[in-house]
């Protein structure tokens, strides 16, 4: 933070700059935070349907909790921790145009399903149609399934227990069936299985039938195949979220919502390279803008040094591509 505030120009001392970080309401933030990712997501990604997957993002801790132990979650140990802030994203499934389109942070102490509701309020407002939903076997509960299938269309693979699934599991060929989760009890659910057989085919020295089985919810116009084809697209999310990495401001303060506002600061800045190399840059050609190999999320970050401080030499020439983002961002901040 010091080394940001000394070396920006017009900028307020870290002293003064923390203080006031601290005095910021989470709730603001966050809803701040989204309203400025729709309005990037209106920049670029239009009104047509898209496809949104969701994912948790961990980030490790070694400290204490700031204030309550709910502050702070698990997950898999990393760096002599298992302690982590944890927050829910959503992502376009859009290969010129991935843009993260909503954020929230979690809590140990509040159910998973709340804080899916929470970050579908933010997908709501979005200037397109949400055409369905990848998730991963995080969210296999009932009450978070209920919400996702509320939205829109949900795939999400199972976790394998129980003998009912276990029977399910126990075949050679694709199928659709229906699975009955948590049988005879008051939150009794019923949805749609896509049972899918596969070849491994030596992959991973591994050869067999390898037998996966996926939520399904809406999709019955596709074939079991179909609906794990769709569901493996979300794996480029881990690009997005690797970027995100990138941009985050490191610190050492156990506050956490001056820790979120630097992860919803990371996700606003890799949207923004992502609107500058294909609104700016891109060449235009039939069927699509060619994206610029060479602007790589590195040089967008030199960019920025280059723009918040004068005394950094200018290294960089970008021809700009004459068609920009189109005049419906315009209009919709206009309105």
């Known amino acids: 933070m010091k080394a940001v505030t000394d070396t920006t120009r017009k900028a307020y001392s870290d002293d003064y700059t923390l203080?006031?970080?601290?005095?910021v309401p989470a709730a603001e933030l966050e809803a701040t935070a989204n309203?400025?990712?729709?309005?990037?997501?209106?920049?670029?990604?239009?009104?047509?349907?898209?496809?949104?997957?969701?994912?948790?993002?961990?980030?490790?801790?070694?400290?204490?909790?700031?204030?309550?132990?709910?502050?702070?979650?698990?997950?898999?140990?990393?760096?002599?921790?298992?302690?982590?802030?944890?927050?829910?994203a959503g992502f376009v499934l859009c290969q010129a145009k991935p843009l993260v389109v909503a954020v929230t942070p979690v809590r140990s102490d509040e159910p998973k399903s709340d804080a899916v509701e929470r970050l579908l309020d933010h997908v709501a407002a979005l200037p397109f149609e949400v055409a369905g939903l990848l998730a991963d076997r995080g969210f296999y509960d009932g009450a978070s399934i209920k919400r996702l299938d509320a939205a829109a269309a949900v795939a999400l693979p199972i976790i394998r227990r129980g003998k009912q699934m276990a029977e399910k599991l126990d075949t050679t060929v694709s199928y659709w069936t229906e699975y009955v989760m948590y049988e005879g009890s008051e939150r009794e659910l019923r949805f749609?299985?896509?049972?899918?057989?596969?070849?491994?085919?030596?992959n991973r020295g591994k050869h067999g039938l390898l037998v996966r089985a996926y939520v399904a919810c809406d999709l019955?116009?596709?074939?079991?195949?179909?609906?794990?084809?769709?569901?493996?697209?979300?794996?480029?999310?881990e690009t997005a979220f690797r970027t995100m990495r990138e941009a985050?401001?490191?610190?050492?303060?156990?506050?956490p919502v001056v820790r979120l506002l630097f992860v919803l600061v990371s996700f606003l800045v890799r949207n923004l390279w992502l609107i500058v190399r294909w609104g700016v840059l891109a060449t235009p050609r039939r069927g699509g803008r060619a994206?610029?190999?060479?602007?790589?999320?590195?040089?967008?970050?030199?960019?920025?040094?280059?723009?918040?401080?004068?005394?950094?030499?200018?290294?960089?020439?970008a021809p700009t591509?004459?068609?920009?983002?189109?005049?419906t961002y315009g209009q919709l901040d206009a309105g």
């Open 291 to 317: 994206l610029p190999v060479w602007f790589r999320f590195e040089v967008f970050r030199e960019w920025l040094d280059h723009a918040l401080d004068d005394t950094l030499c200018r290294k960089w020439e």
């Open 192 to 202: 749609p299985l896509a049972v899918c057989v596969s070849y491994q085919q030596g």
């Open 19 to 23: 203080a006031q970080l601290h005095t």
């Open 220 to 237: 019955a116009d596709r074939t079991p195949k179909e609906v794990e084809a769709l569901y493996q697209k979300r794996s480029a999310i």
């Open 248 to 255: 985050r401001a490191r610190t050492s303060t156990t506050d």
């Open 321 to 327: 591509n004459g068609v920009g983002i189109p005049a």
């Open 35 to 88: 309203r400025l990712l729709c309005q990037q997501a209106a920049m670029i990604l239009g009104t047509g349907p898209r496809i949104i997957c969701l994912d948790f993002v961990d980030i490790h801790y070694h400290g204490c909790p700031h204030a309550d132990d709910g502050e702070l979650c698990h997950t898999k140990p990393r760096d002599g921790t298992s302690q982590c802030h944890r927050y829910l």
